[in-house]
């Protein structure tokens, strides 16, 4: 199966995610009832949606979470993974079925589509599936969201903000904002905005922008703003007091450097 890199290592069960997600059921468990939980105002009652879909292209580790979210809250779940991870799912399934069968569960609480259904096809049935969460890259996501005519959550990638407190190792800044452009074919979790302390303005402000390259558009308070402009390839404008925040542009965090 010709299977690209990311996708290839975004499918790798390794030791460490494996322990990762263990860890995630584990906290999932020892959380409160939501459905228990007081409402808003006291009134009314929390129910269950009834059947959702995750919809993701890799990542199946996303499927322990998904399932263990849907069963604590009384959901039926809808899998369907890409294909490229279509055999893990499977044997996913078996494990989940054996789990509820062995705790008097209804099988049919987790289910994947049966074999030759059509993503589009599972999101046009809105009088059965209440909502679908739509995971993986961007232009995965956003063509599956023009298909679907059941409620969707997409999932929002590329667009975040990394913050670095006055304490932070510039170099380590430098090297996790520019990982996060390289990814192939689209980024996904880039970074395109650098929340910053007041703190960071004396110490290495100016070398952050100048080792990333590129324009960039500042905001701060009014002291970030007027040490700024003596930088041409610093936009400036003010912002809340104490913060400011370096904003590389879409355009440019979409590109390979």
Request: glycine share 8%; net charge neutral.
């Amino acid at each position: 199966m010709a299977v690209s890199e990311i996708l290839l290592e975004w499918n790798k069960l390794t030791p460490e995610r494996l322990q990762a997600t263990v860890e995630g059921l584990t906290a999932l468990v020892s959380l409160p009832d939501p459905l228990a939980a007081p409402t808003l105002y006291g009134h009314g009652q929390r129910v269950p949606l009834g059947t959702i879909a995750l919809v993701y292209e890799a990542i199946p580790q996303l499927a322990w979470l998904a399932t263990a979210m849907a069963l604590k809250t009384g959901n039926v779940l809808v899998l369907k993974g890409g294909h490229e991870c279509s055999q893990t799912q499977s044997v996913f399934l078996d494990i989940v079925n054996e789990v509820l069968g062995c705790h008097d569960l209804p099988r049919e609480g987790v289910m994947g589509l049966p074999a030759g259904t059509a993503i589009a096809d599972l999101l046009g049935r809105e009088r059965w599936l209440r909502l679908a969460i739509l995971y993986g890259r961007p232009g995965f996501v956003q063509q599956l969201t023009r298909q679907a005519t059941v409620s969707v959550v997409p999932a929002a990638m590329g667009n975040c903000f990394y913050y670095l407190a006055p304490t932070a190792d510039l170099s380590l800044a430098l090297e996790v904002v520019r990982a996060s452009w390289l990814s192939d074919p689209d980024p996904v979790s880039a970074v395109e905005g650098v929340i910053l302390h007041r703190q960071w303005r004396d110490r290495w402000g100016q070398k952050l922008w100048q080792e990333l390259g590129g324009t960039f558009k500042l905001q701060g308070c009014v002291d970030t703003v007027s040490f700024a402009r003596q930088f041409s390839e610093v936009t400036v404008a003010p912002s809340p007091k104490g913060l400011g925040c370096i904003r590389r542009s879409i355009a440019r965090c979409a590109s390979r450097p």
